[in-house]
């Protein structure tokens, strides 16, 4: 199964950019079907981006449409978040999650693992 660890996030400034990163070091190794969700305090855990099993597809939620840009390196079993022009709303815990399907997940319920989750906090 995947066992998933993000790395990345911290504090930037409204309108700056951060890259997250997720690396899979489960057993036995496999190509999932990723994608990058957030929880802010008091709200339900949201999808931001998904990636198909091999990249060829992506979709964004509509706050991320234009500022994130979803990638993965199937070959180091890592998936990135490029994200810029952040604002005070993108602020939240972001998860990394994988789904044993071939094609994409586009609702964060259809992940089954997860990592452990970094914060990522904009504020001026």
């Known amino acids: 199964q995947a066992q998933l660890t993000e790395f990345g996030g911290g504090w930037v400034q409204t309108g700056g950019s951060l890259t997250l990163s997720c690396v899979d070091s489960?057993?036995?190794?496999?190509?999932?079907?990723m994608g990058w969700c957030r929880q802010a305090p008091g709200k339900e855990r949201e999808l931001v981006a998904a990636i198909s099993t091999f990249g060829g597809i992506t979709h964004y939620a509509k706050s991320a449409k234009g500022r994130f840009t979803i990638s993965r390196d199937n070959a180091r079993k890592t998936l990135y978040l490029q994200m810029s022009r952040l604002n005070e709303a993108d602020t939240a815990v972001y998860y990394c999650?994988?789904?044993?399907?071939?094609?994409?997940?586009?609702?964060?319920?259809?992940?089954?693992?997860w990592g452990q989750g970094t914060q990522v906090t904009v504020s001026s």
């Open positions: 489960g057993r036995p190794s496999r190509t999932y079907a």
């Open positions: 999650a994988a789904s044993p399907v071939d094609g994409i997940v586009d609702v964060a319920t259809g992940y089954v693992f």
